[in-house]
């Protein structure tokens, strides 16, 4: 069973950023990997992605304004977030698929199948 583990999470004003980090198992890096979030009484929603030829997705709230990456060296996913909003509070989650890909531009939860613990993000206006 992969184990995803990630840190990075905290509380921050409106306009702050924040770079949430995922580790991941080397063999995995190669995988279709993303980031997602769910504030309490929503569903969980995919922020972005990354397929294993570097192909990057990001849904419209984050378009423009966080960085989904990964570390070859660190064995690190991460999700840089600048111009945070009260809007993007959320528990926030990194995810890889089960198989080799591609998988293109998703952002479907159905796509992934480990995820980590989670981390919370917590922005005040």
């Known amino acids: 069973q992969l184990q995803l583990v990630e840190s990075g999470g905290g509380s921050v004003q409106a306009g702050g950023s924040l770079t949430l980090s995922c580790e991941i198992n080397?063999?995995?890096?190669?995988?279709?990997m993303g980031w997602f979030r769910q504030a309490p009484g929503r569903e969980r929603e995919g922020v972005a992605s990354?397929?294993?030829?570097?192909?990057?997705t990001y849904a419209t709230s984050a378009e423009g304004r966080f960085t989904i990456s990964k570390d070859f060296a660190k064995n690190t996913l991460y999700l840089r977030m600048n111009s945070l909003q009260p809007g993007d509070t959320a528990m926030y989650y990194c995810?890889?698929?089960?198989?080799?890909?591609?998988?293109?531009?998703?952002?479907?939860?159905?796509?992934?199948?480990?995820w980590g613990q989670g981390t919370q993000v917590t922005v005040s206006s």
């Open positions: 990354i397929d294993s030829d570097n192909t990057q």
């Open positions: 995810a890889v698929v089960q198989a080799r890909g591609p998988y293109g531009d998703t952002l479907d939860v159905g796509d992934f199948y480990y």
């Open positions: 080397e063999y995995y890096m190669e995988y279709c």
